[in-house]
C-alpha cells in the first residue's frame, strides 16, 4: 500500500510538471492539440497540485526511511533527485521566457550610422511621423520588442515558427500593460500580461486563457519589406540595432529572411500550399485570402477581389519587398500591369505608379493608393488563424 502511494505520489508530481510545459511548446504532438487552456489551468493551479503529490510521497518516504531495506531508500533517493532535475528543466529550461530574452540594449541609428545590410527584411512601423524598422533576424529571437513610436507606446511581435509579425499598441483596458513570452499555441507565440495574467496570441491579438478572454489588442499598420525599400520611403527612419548580449542568438537565424534557415520549425517549404510554404495574407471586411508566394514571384502583380474588394499585389524587384493596395480610385476600379524600373501601370489611363502606391507620372500623378494591410507567413499558421481563408488560384 504504502509503494503503491508512493508510485502514485511520483507520477502525480512528474505529470504536472512536464504537463504545464508540454501543453505549450512545441514538443512532439503537443501543436497539434487544443491544449492551451489544459497549460492555463495547471499554470494557475500548480502550487496546490505540488502540495498534494508532496502530501502523497511523504508519508512511504518516511516509512522507507526507518525501515532496514536498503532498496527502498535507493529507490527514493533517486526518484526524489530525478525529479529536482525535472523541476529544474521545466521550469527554468524550457519555459518560453527563460529560453528567449529581451533586449538589454535597445538601441537605434538611423540610416546614415546604420551598419545593417541594406537587403535584410525589416518591420517597418509609421506612428505620427515618426519611422522606424525593426530587422525579422532580430526581433524574430526576441519575439517582442517593447517600443514607443511617435509617443505610441507599442510592442512589435514576431514568431519565426509562423512567420508572423504584427505591431500592436500595448494598451489594455487603459492601462500600458507589459507581457512576457509564455508559449505557443498552435505553433504561434502566446504573450502573458502582467496584470491578470491572461494569454494573448501573436497572430491574432487575441486572449486565448484567462480573465480577459474576448479581448483584443489593437493592431498598428505595419509593413515587411527590405530595408532598402523601406529606406526610400522613410530616409529618416530609425533602425533598431543589434544588441551584444545575443550575437549567437542572432546567427542562429541567419538566411531566416530567405527560409533556408536550419531549424525545421522555421525552414521554409519551397513548393505550394505545404505547411511551411510562404503566402502572402490579406483579410477584407473579415474574409480572409491566402496568395501562394511562388505565384506571387512568378506573376510579380495580382489584381483580384476579395470580399468585394478589388486589390492589387505588386512585388518588387527584389522579390522580397511587396505591397497591397485598395484598387479603387475616385470611384473607378484600376486594373494594373508591371512596368519597368520597380514601376508599375494602370490599364485606364496609363499612368505610372511607384511602389509606395504613388502616381509618378500620367493623368493620375499625385494621386495615391490606399494601403491595405497584409502579412507573408506561413500557410499553416494563416489557415489555422483565419480558418475558412480564401485560396487565390491563377
Known amino acids: 500500500m504504502k509503494t503503491t502511494l508512493f508510485i502514485i505520489g511520483v507520477i502525480w508530481l512528474f505529470l504536472w510538471e512536464i504537463l504545464r510545459v508540454y501543453f505549450i511548446m512545441p514538443f512532439p504532438g503537443s501543436q497539434q492539440m487544443n491544449s492551451v487552456h489544459w497549460a492555463y489551468w495547471i499554470g494557475r493551479n500548480i502550487l496546490w497540485l505540488r502540495l498534494i503529490g508532496l502530501v502523497l510521497v511523504c508519508y512511504p518516504i518516511v516509512y522507507f526511511f526507518i525501515q532496514k531495506q536498503l532498496l527502498p531508500k535507493i529507490l527514493a533517493a533517486v526518484l526524489g533527485i530525478a ?187 519551397s513548393g505550394s500550399w505545404h505547411p511551411k510554404s510562404w503566402v502572402v495574407g490579406v483579410v477584407q471586411n473579415g474574409t480572409a485570402k491566402a496568395y501562394d508566394w511562388n505565384t506571387f514571384v512568378h506573376q510579380q502583380i495580382i489584381n483580384d477581389i476579395c470580399n468585394n474588394q478589388p486589390v492589387v499585389l505588386v512585388l518588387e524587384e527584389d522579390t522580397a519587398s511587396f505591397h497591397v493596395f485598395n484598387r479603387i480610385l475616385n470611384g473607378h476600379v484600376f486594373h494594373f500591369q508591371k512596368n519597368v524600373n520597380n514601376t508599375f501601370m494602370d490599364s485606364i489611363t496609363h499612368s505610372v505608379w511607384n511602389m509606395d502606391g504613388e502616381c509618378i507620372e500620367g493623368s493620375e500623378k499625385g494621386s495615391k493608393l490606399q494601403p491595405v494591410q497584409a502579412y507573408q507567413e506561413f500557410w499553416h499558421s494563416w489557415k489555422t488563424f483565419h480558418p475558412g481563408t480564401g485560396r487565390y488560384e491563377e
Request: net charge neutral; charged share 20%; glycine share 6%.
Open 83 to 269: 525529479y529536482i532535475v525535472v523541476f529544474y528543466l521545466f521550469n527554468y529550461q524550457y519555459e518560453a521566457d527563460k529560453m528567449f530574452y529581451q533586449p538589454k540594449h535597445q538601441l537605434f541609428a538611423n540610416s546614415a550610422d546604420d551598419s545593417t545590410n541594406t537587403r535584410q527584411l525589416v518591420i517597418g512601423v509609421v506612428i505620427n511621423q515618426e519611422a522606424k524598422a525593426y530587422p525579422l533576424q532580430m526581433i524574430g529571437y526576441h519575439h517582442q520588442i517593447v517600443d514607443t513610436i511617435g509617443n505610441t507606446p507599442v510592442i512589435i511581435t514576431y514568431c519565426t515558427v509562423c512567420r508572423t509579425g504584427r505591431v500592436y499598441s500595448s494598451f489594455v483596458n487603459g492601462k500600458n500593460e507589459s507581457f512576457r513570452l509564455v508559449g505557443m499555441d498552435h505553433f504561434n507565440a502566446m504573450f502573458e500580461d502582467a496584470t491578470t495574467k491572461s494569454w494573448w496570441g501573436q497572430a491574432t491579438g487575441e486572449v486565448i486563457a484567462g480573465a480577459l478572454q474576448g479581448h483584443k489588442l489593437k493592431e498598428l499598420p505595419s509593413n515587411q519589406l527590405t530595408l532598402a525599400a523601406w529606406l526610400r520611403q522613410y530616409p529618416n527612419s530609425f533602425i533598431l540595432q543589434p544588441d551584444p548580449s545575443f550575437k549567437k542568438q542572432y546567427a542562429d537565424l541567419n538566411g531566416y529572411d530567405k527560409g533556408t534557415v536550419k531549424s525545421s520549425l522555421e525552414k521554409r517549404d
